[in-house]
Every structure is written in structure tokens, then in C-alpha cells.
């Protein structure tokens, strides 16, 4: 039985309908629990108007509810010849209640609930990936506090620079995912408005509550002007991509410092045997295929929003099939994100530190900018100590006997780990997960 909420009683061509319908059927069962949750919170507002009769909302609630579990639990099937999950969720509503079912769809078009359905999604998403970011950052900041006392050299240009140190090089990760956070948080609030209500983009002359609705599905506040609503769609994907392809940019570059420092040219780290792959016909080899792949992965996310753009970017105001595609390019980047972040947190914790590296001969002159400060600090101007220092450098008579001695916050012996975490903390609280989670409770429960 094929099944549109747009039908009108004529048949449309066979490839017609293929090509527009796409892969719709195949994302949409990732949209199934949210396009429940919609409409559970459309038809309460319905029959708080006078637009659904109390008996039938109560017939309804206990079916849609069901379908929610139904959905939650991965049950939810979009059956051949229907076109989307909407039209799935009107169609067995209607074979269960009968008319009843098809009273869903008053003041509603499928544009705003594709909108409700993907910021419903994309909220869940966020809270699971913020959670991993949160973990990593914990684990790095560990790792950080446990190596940092042990000193690496720090690099400009590839060439060897300062004194640096594990506890440096693992907490600079773990704060640059903090402005990641911050970043993510800037999305989420540009996700938690809630659209539903501007019907197919200018409003209904249904006496909708879309303040009510608003409560229901505990967004923050409304996507207010109709048109400007459903102009969100492709902005909304494209900040969200945004917010991950930053994350991924943080990532990506602690895997690629993770290929360098575990070669045998730095062998400032070493991977377990289990972390690591071979090569078919050299013994030898111990790969890092986990960080190169993480790289490959987080570059790949980091090309999405510039995707989206390319799909949405000269579209004038209203709806377009053309934002169909968003979903092909945006849903894969939650779980190939979620997927690094796992990956990369399992790979920190198994990876092992060398100690001692400083004391290697061709890391001497890393310790230069210290004996400048060594002798400013005797009385010495600086461009004068800097010119003696390079004089010593180039005659090839460097020494320097001193002890590192770096206090300010962020340094080598003052990281701030505590500062940061707190600074995490409150980025962390302004996301209002727990609002969510109790008007979702109050949803289905």
C-alpha cells in the first residue's frame, strides 16, 4: 500500500517517485521516536484549542506511545511504498484508530515536523557527544597531571624549539575541547527553538499554541517568524556541522601529533602492540592505523558544513527539495564522530610515555631561550643575552646547567588543569540537558 500525505488521487510516475524519494525511507527510521515525540506534543496543544476531542486524544496517546517504545527499541520498520517516517506513523495510526488517525496532520505540514523531527534528533546527538567530549577531556587531563613532570621538546616549524612536557602536550588538548564545548553549546542553542507550528513556512490559521508546544518538547524558546523558520533548515545543519568539524579539528590534530611522536624519528610515545597493525611483508612494521584513520575521519567531517553549504547556499526563502540531501551528508557525522572520540580516548589511555628525553644531546639547544632569561634575570639586557646565547650557539660552546623554572599559569610548572576544568564545568551546565530529558519524561511516560 503506497501512502502520501500529499496524495491527491493521481498516480506519479514510477521513477519520479524513486528519484525523489531517495534515501529518505533509510534516514527517516533514524527520525522515528522524534516525529513521535512532535506529534504526541501537537495533538496535546490540538485538543487544548479545540481542534481534537479529548476522547480522541485519548485514544491517541496510548498508540503513539507505544510507537515510541516501538521506535526506541529499534522496531520501527518504514514499510515498502511509504514514502517517510510521517507518513509511516499517520498510516498505522489510522490503521489501529481509524478517522481518528488521520486528525494527527491539522495544523501541521511536513515541513515543520521534518524541522521538529531533526532538532529533536540533533539534541539527542548532542547531549551523547558532548558526554564523550567530557570523557576525553578527563582522560587527557589525567594524563596530563600524571606526565607532567616528565619534559619533551616543544616544536616551531617542525624544529626544535622549548622545553615542553607530557602534562603540557596532553592539556592543551583537553582545554582546546573546551572552546569545542563552547562552540557545540553556541549550537545547541540555535538547535533548542522550536519550528513546529510555521506549518510550510508562513503559519496556520489553526488556532495553534505553539508557546505550549514549545513547553512540551522543552525547547528553550520558538523559531518566532514563520519563513525565517524553515530558513533554518541548512543553517541549522551547517552550525551544527560546524560545532563537530571543530571538535573533529581538535581530534584530528591529537591524532596527527599521535602518528609523529609514536614514529621511530621521535619515539616520544609507544602504542601497544594491540593498538597497532602490520604490514604484509615487512616484519617489522607496528602501525598506527587508529590515529591515521581518526585523522582520515576528522578531516572528512571537517568538509561538511562547507557541503551543506554548497546544497543550501544560494536557495532563496521558503522550501526546496533541494534540502532533502542535507540528511545524506549531515546524519553520518554524530556517529563517525562519537566513533573517534571513543577510539582516540581508548588509544590515550593505552599509549605509554618516554621519560629521560631531554637529556639526548640534539635537544640541548631547546634549553637557549632559558639561559637568555638566566642571564637577564642576573642583570643582563635582553637583546644583549639573546645575542650572547646565539654568539655560544654558533661557536658551538652552549651549555646551559640551569633548572627550569617556569611559573606563570599555563606553563610547564603551572598548568592550570583545575582552572580549566571549572572553566569546562560551566559550559557544561549551560546545555540544560536535564530540562530535556524531563519534558521528554513527561512526553511518553
Known amino acids: 500500500m503506497a501512502m502520501k500525505l500529499w496524495d491527491k488521487g493521481y ?9 525523489t524519494v531517495g534515501n529518505d525511507r533509510v534516514l527517516d527510521l533514524s527520525l522515528a521516536p522524534f516525529d513521535i515525540l512532535g506529534t504526541i506534543a501537537h495533538i496535546t496543544m490540538l485538543e487544548s484549542v479545540g481542534l481534537l476531542s479529548r476522547e480522541d486524544l485519548a485514544a491517541l496517546l496510548p498508540e503513539l506511545k507505544s510507537l515510541y517504545r516501538q521506535a526506541v527499541a529499534g522496531d520501527f520498520v518504514i514499510e515498502d511504498g511509504i514514502e517517510d517516517v510521517h507518513s509511516q506513523v499517520e498510516l ?18 511536513r515541513n515543520d515536523q521534518v524541522l521538529v523531527d531533526l532538532k529533536l534528533f540533533v539534541r539527542a546527538r548532542i547531549e551523547e557527544t558532548v558526554g564523550r567530549v567530557d570523557s576525553l577531556f578527563r582522560t587527557l587531563q589525567q594524563a596530563s597531571e600524571k606526565y607532567k613532570d616528565v619534559l619533551i621538546p616543544g616544536y616551531t616549524h617542525l624544529q626544535v624549539a622549548m622545553p615542553s612536557s607530557f602534562g603540557l602536550w596532553f592539556g592543551a588538548y583537553a582545554e582546546s575541547l573546551v572552546d569545542d564545548l ?7 542553542d540555535v538547535v533548542n527553538l522550536n519550528p513546529l507550528g510555521s506549518a510550510a513556512g508562513y503559519g496556520s490559521s489553526a488556532p495553534l ?6 513547553r512540551l518538547l522543552g525547547f ?3 523559531d518566532y517568524n514563520s519563513v525565517y523558520s524553515q530558513m533554518t533548515r541548512g543553517k541549522m545543519e551547517r552550525t551544527v556541522a560546524f560545532a563537530y568539524s571543530s571538535v573533529a579539528e581538535t581530534v584530528g590534530r591529537l591524532a596527527v601529533d599521535g602518528c609523529m611522536f609514536s614514529s621511530q624519528n621521535f619515539g616520544f610515545i609507544h602504542l601497544p602492540d594491540s593498538l597497532t597493525t602490520g604490514s604484509s611483508i615487512m616484519p617489522h612494521k607496528k602501525n598506527p592505523d587508529v590515529f591515521e584513520l581518526v585523522r582520515a575521519h576528522c578531516n572528512k567531517i571537517q568538509g561538511v558544513p562547507a557541503t551543506i553549504r554548497m546544497i543550501c547556499g544560494n536557495l532563496p526563502s521558503g522550501y526546496f527539495r533541494d534540502m532533502q540531501l542535507l540528511k545524506e551528508v549531515f546524519f553520518p557525522i554524530f556517529k563517525e564522530m562519537d566513533d573517534c572520540l571513543d577510539i582516540v580516548e581508548y588509544a590515550v589511555k593505552g599509549m605509554e610515555v618516554a621519560s629521560d628525553l631531554m637529556s639526548d644531546p640534539k635537544y640541548k639547544l631547546a634549553f637557549s631561550v632559558e639561559e637568555v632569561n638566566h642571564l637577564v634575570g642576573e642583570g643582563v639586557p635582553f637583546r644583549d643575552a639573546y645575542r650572547r646565547v646565539a654568539d655560544s650557539i654558533r661557536e658551538g660552546t652552549f651549555e646551559y646547567h640551569g633548572e627550569l623554572k617556569h611559573t606563570h599559569e599555563g606553563s610547564i610548572g603551572n598548568l592550570c588543569n583545575d582552572r580549566i576544568a571549572a572553566r569546562k564545568e560551566k559550559v557544561l551546565a549551560g546545555f540544560g540537558f536535564r530540562k530535556v530529558s524531563e519534558a521528554v519524561s513527561g512526553l511518553v511516560d
Do not use: C, N, P, Q
Request: charged share 35%.
Open 11 to 19: 498516480t506519479v510516475d514510477a521513477k519520479i517517485d524513486e528519484f
Open 92 to 109: 498505522m495510526l489510522t490503521r489501529k484508530l481509524g478517522d481518528i488517525g488521520k486528525k494527527v496532520h491539522t495544523g501541521r505540514s
Open 182 to 188: 563552547t562552540v557545540m553549546k553556541a549550537a545547541w
Open 209 to 214: 499554541d505553539r508557546t505550549m508546544t514549545t
Open 220 to 222: 528553550d524558546d520558538l
